[in-house]
């Protein structure tokens, strides 16, 4: 079992042909350096299937709800500003799950929206939340698609790139 270590949200702005060949490749950016990432897939509606026949209720899975994402992370300017220069422009999202921080235990893709705002400021360290509106059905691209990022000293992402394989 893997741990989360490393797993990293990403974005890039949206073309919006999701028609196109290899539409998730491209060059991505870090949203931000984030504490946790709420998973992007809502809960699932149960529909009642029951008739007067029946002796006792049944159901069957119906639609997923619409998902948002609430992401705490460290409060940076760097990603402040660009989280608000992009704010409610349709992004296309990927969540690298695993610990190498490429996917390597999934990568979730999904277009969507964003917004940031600062926690409350305290003597500890400056946090912010990240608030993502998932727009699309989210999808496991990785069998498709091949992650590499080019890092610094500290291991922060300095590039994020998604091609085919």
């Known amino acids: 079992m893997a741990t989360g270590l490393k797993s990293r949200i990403i974005y890039k702005e949206s073309d919006g042909d999701t028609t196109k060949a290899n539409y998730w490749a491209g060059t991505y950016k870090l949203l931000m350096r984030a504490k946790s990432i709420p998973s992007p897939f809502g809960s699932q509606n149960m529909v009642d299937t029951s008739t007067l026949e029946d ?27 660009e989280m608000a220069a992009n704010e409610g422009e349709k992004l296309d999202f990927c969540i690298l799950y695993g610990t190498d921080g490429k996917g390597s235990e999934g990568i979730c893709a999904f277009i969507g929206t964003e917004s940031f705002a600062p926690d409350e400021a305290t003597d500890d360290h400056l946090t912010g939340t990240a608030s993502v509106a ?24 300095i590039t994020i790139e998604l091609s085919a394989k």
């Open 134 to 157: 998932v727009s699309t059905v989210p999808r496991w691209i990785e069998d498709n698609y091949e992650v590499t990022v080019t890092e610094d000293a500290n291991g922060y992402p």
């Open 55 to 81: 002796l006792v209720e049944t159901q069957e899975p119906g639609r997923r709800s619409a998902a948002s994402m609430e992401i705490p992370g460290a409060f940076e300017k760097k990603y402040k500003d």
